[in-house]
């Protein structure tokens, strides 16, 4: 979603800008811009679409100052213009704005009757305007844009850039994200320290509430009462070359061949000695788990839904975290929620987690990035150890999710006295199967050929392949924009049977385990009404049913309960794959973010 960067440096700006923009670029976005302040002059470039515009723009209109504040826009307010795209101007202010102020229209119209004529659709353009005004009325920089946070409701993370003011920048956060990087004798501001990166590795995370007046010398921070806070400065460790995509055409296709080598990492530190090593976890007299995560993250917990109940006998709810509040569930105070996210930052997973707060025994949150909103506001927070994932679809921290997911269950039997030692020495196996399944990328390159030419798609699983069958099919919306569904196979002959024709490829994971006989047959269904099967299972399944089908990939043998592990390695490659034949922006997909940030 929207990235947010603000430089007070040594040097002209605006190609550090821009830079620090293209790191941000891996969250997606739609139009961006940058401002500066040349002197006393403030001045300001935007362009729709990729960076590029943007720097293209600046190579025919540059803007000179060594002080400036850029953006990257995921549009909620109005259209993808030139317009609407940040930083928004008025008077002798630029602001850029991650987040929705809640309450523009009340303010929108209180500025329209004082006479203030908008130039675009956007909520943000409100905060230019009302700081506009209350320094027109006399009021100190700060002092302005402090007024003006005041009044905002709903999500924000804000920077403000001042003409006149050369050394100073405002920022502000409440929902959003938002970090203070800093360098000698130079400051920045950045959405996440991946911006900063090159620039600076000393970061201090915003906290709910807090504004900070930046200038040259440091960071003053004030919480939202307005006291003075102080807040910590972390050395971040961010191995530049970890964001490069290292000789792989994409993004995507070096994560998804990263994650033999990242869970192997993660299980080194989750599992020693053959035991399993999650210090503060105890399920003992936790009687019920509630799982919420989006997305991706959403089919993990649903794949660790079966792993807690068979494995460990455990009781599970999952919900989708933009409904759970909404629904007010009845959570019991021996019961733990469990939050997943990869970003640590998505709204409606922060949202659901403070819903929660008071109401179960412990919050747990399970992210990629350790220093998120999530996991500072968690009672405990399990890092999945994925590294950074850059590709919008995510997919190393898909199988990281579940590993971590996977290796709670085992803990919670444990803790309920259940013998788990088994499992435990089949997980070494799993990173050399991972490996192994990576080799069925030339086979599933020419079948995603043919299913790219396909108008719709089906996946069909049946246990915990069925949430693999969920991802599958969003994996494939995701980034082929082919439109995909998943069924529970049993589910298929209560209606969606009808949608089978010889023109609909019907994806079919089955491993052969007890379940693969019943999924079977639900496969000779399709099959009997001309359906074209793409059966994934194992050397055992592919024999004993592979024959008629469309098409069959073989993958190693697994213990069944790892096997959703393994699956998600071809459910990724055949959208992938899919996408490249389809000639689709792989690594940013269209309208689709990768920090959701907005509720
Ligand atoms: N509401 C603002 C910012 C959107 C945003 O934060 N996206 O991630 C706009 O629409 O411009």
Not at 117 to 130: G, K, M, Y
Not at 237 to 256: L, N, P, V, W
Not at 301 to 319: S, T
Not at 401 to 423: E, F, M, P, T
Request: hydrophobic fraction near 45%.
């Amino acid at each position: 979603m929207c990235g947010i960067v603000g430089i007070l440096g040594k040097n002209e700006v605006a190609p550090q800008l821009v830079e620090a923009l293209r790191r941000l670029e891996y969250r997606g976005y739609d139009s961006a811009g940058i401002a500066t302040v040349n002197g006393s002059a403030l001045d300001r470039r935007r362009a729709t679409g990729k960076l590029v515009n943007l720097s293209d723009l600046l190579v025919h209109e540059p803007l000179a100052g060594k002080a400036g504040i850029g953006h990257t826009r995921w549009a909620t307010h109005g259209a993808a213009t030139v317009a609407n795209a940040h930083p928004h101007r008025a008077g002798g202010v630029a602001v850029v704005h991650n987040g929705i102020i809640e309450n523009f229209r009340e303010l929108r119209e209180e500025l329209e009757a004082a006479g203030v004529v908008f130039e675009s659709q956007t909520d943000t353009e409100t905060v230019a305007h009302l700081t506009a005004r209350h320094l027109a009325s006399g009021m100190t920089p700060k002092d302005a844009a402090f007024a003006t946070v005041d009044r905002l409701e709903g999500a924000f993370a804000l920077a403000f850039l001042f003409e006149h003011e050369p050394d100073l920048m405002i920022a502000a956060r409440k929902g959003s994200p938002l970090a203070i990087g800093h360098g000698d004798g130079e400051m920045f501001i950045g959405s996440d320290a991946i911006a900063l990166a090159p620039m600076t590795d000393r970061i201090t995370y915003l906290e709910e509430g807090d504004r900070a007046v930046v200038t040259r010398a440091g960071a003053e921070i004030h919480d939202a009462a307005g006291r003075r806070a102080n807040r910590a400065m972390t050395q971040i460790q961010i191995d530049a070359t970890r964001i490069e995509k290292s000789g792989y055409r994409h993004f995507m296709a070096k994560e998804i061949a990263e994650q033999p080598a990242v869970l192997a990492d993660a299980l080194a530190h989750y599992v020693r000695d053959g035991k399993l090593h999650l210090p503060d976890v105890d399920f003992t007299g936790v009687d019920r788990l509630t799982l919420v995560a989006c997305g991706t993250a959403h089919y993990a917990c649903h794949v660790a839904k079966y792993w807690f109940e068979q494995i460990a006998r455990l009781p599970v709810d999952i919900d989708i975290a933009s409904e759970f509040r909404y629904r007010d569930p009845v959570l019991s105070k021996d019961s733990w929620a469990l939050f997943v996210s990869q970003s640590g930052e998505t709204a409606d997973t922060l949202a659901a987690l403070r819903h929660a707060q008071d109401q179960v025994a412990r919050v747990v949150a399970v992210v990629n990035v350790t220093t998120s909103s999530i996991a500072r506001e968690s009672d405990l927070a399990l890092p999945i150890l994925a590294g950074v994932e850059v590709g919008v679809a995510s997919t190393k921290a898909f199988s990281c999710q579940l590993l971590v997911l996977y290796l709670l269950a085992l803990k919670a039997a444990q803790d309920r006295g259940i013998d788990v030692s088994a499992q435990i020495a089949d997980l070494g196996m799993l990173p050399g199967l991972m490996n192994q399944a990576l080799g069925m990328g030339k086979a599933i390159a020419k079948v995603a050929e043919e299913l790219a030419e396909a108008q719709d798609i089906l996946f069909l699983g049946r246990g915990a392949m069925f949430p693999m069958a969920l991802e599958g099919a969003l994996k494939l919306k995701e980034i082929s924009y082919i439109h995909a569904e998943a069924y529970a196979s049993g589910e298929l002959k209560h209606g969606p049977i009808a949608l089978i024709d010889a023109h609909v490829p019907v994806i079919v994971f089955a491993p052969h385990d007890a379940l693969f006989d019943k999924t079977i047959s639900n496969m000779q269904e399709v099959m009997a009404r001309h359906g074209k099967v793409l059966l994934i299972s194992d050397s055992e399944g592919v024999a004993e049913a592979g024959q008629g089908c469309w098409k069959t990939l073989t993958l190693p043998t697994i213990a069944p309960q790892l096997a959703p592990i393994l699956y998600a390695i071809p459910a990724q490659l055949l959208a992938y794959h899919t996408a490249v034949a389809k000639g689709t922006d792989v690594d940013q997909p269209r309208n689709l973010a990768k920090s959701v940030t907005v509720e």
